[in-house]
């Protein structure tokens, strides 16, 4: 069974940067896909960020509102995803999530459905 663990969510202040972990255990952590996504109150989820680094393809995918902003990166050895999230703005406030997509092959992020393991969020709180 697949268990994702997001830490490293708190509060910042505008302008900061926070570095968000995601621990994956309990399967191939490197052949899957790996995406970060965020829900506002009263909003539904969205999606974040994306990367896939498998032997064959490379790949990493923004939503427009963090691009060059946001950076997604993982370290398939520990088993981690992180979210470095800069300039962050009042507008990030979200609880973030963690998911996994497994038996992925496309050349972009996949669809929400996809993602079959989500982790429980961490919640990010940005002050102006």
């Known amino acids: 069974q697949v268990q994702l663990v997001e830490s490293g969510g708190g509060l910042v202040q505008a302008g900061g940067s926070l570095r968000l972990s995601c621990a994956a255990s309990?399967?191939?952590?490197?052949?899957?896909?790996m995406g970060w996504f965020r829900q506002a109150p009263g909003k539904e989820r969205e999606f974040v960020a994306a990367?896939?680094?498998?032997?064959?393809?490379?790949?990493?995918y923004y939503a427009d509102s963090v691009k060059g902003r946001f950076t997604i990166f993982r370290d398939n050895a520990k088993n981690t995803v992180y979210l470095q999230m800069n300039a962050v703005k009042s507008e990030d406030t979200a609880v973030y999530y963690c998911?996994?997509?497994?038996?992925?092959?496309?050349?972009?992020?996949?669809?929400?459905?996809?993602?079959?393991?989500w982790g429980q969020g961490t919640q990010v709180t940005v002050s102006s």
């Open positions: 998911a996994a997509a497994p038996n992925y092959y496309g050349t972009g992020p996949p669809a929400t459905s996809r993602y079959a393991y």
């Open positions: 990367v896939d680094w498998s032997s064959s393809v490379s790949w990493t």
């Open positions: 309990g399967g191939t952590f490197s052949s899957y896909v």
